[in-house]
């Protein structure tokens, strides 16, 4: 069974920091890109940072570039986004998956997702 839990999240003020974890079981970690994405309330669901099996190719979303770093560690199937600087427009429901292929940051396109985890910033 393919599993993806993420967690991590939680309420933080405006300049804080969260570390977000996904752990990963149940299909290959070492071939697959891993993206973390995030839905806010009436908004689309967007790529945050995503990262490829070999770690040769990391996607930022323009919005948290330099203050977001997404990271892998193969060896326990597992995906880390460490976030810096919070701010308000970040909070959202953040969810991880996983994906075969060239890196991408169309959730359309990642195949296995975790149930998400709440990260709420306040002002």
């Known amino acids: 069974e393919v599993q993806l839990q993420a967690s991590g999240g939680g309420l933080v003020q405006a300049g804080g920091s969260l570390r977000l974890s996904c752990v990963t079981s149940?299909?290959?970690?070492?071939?697959?890109?891993i993206g973390w994405f995030r839905q806010a309330p009436g908004k689309e669901r967007e790529g945050v940072a995503c990262?490829?099996?070999?770690?040769?190719?990391?996607y930022y979303a323009d919005s948290v570039r330099g203050r977001f770093t997404i990271s892998r560690d193969n060896a326990k199937n597992t995906v880390y986004l460490q976030m810096n600087s919070l701010k308000p427009e970040d909070t959202a429901v953040y969810y991880c998956?996983?994906?075969?292929?060239?890196?991408?940051?169309?959730?359309?396109?990642?195949?296995?997702w975790g149930q998400g985890t709440l990260v709420t910033v306040s002002s």
């Open positions: 998956a996983a994906g075969r292929g060239r890196l991408t940051r169309d959730w359309r396109t990642y195949t296995y």
């Open positions: 149940g299909f290959n970690f070492d071939d697959y890109s």
């Open positions: 990262i490829s099996s070999s770690v040769d190719s990391i």
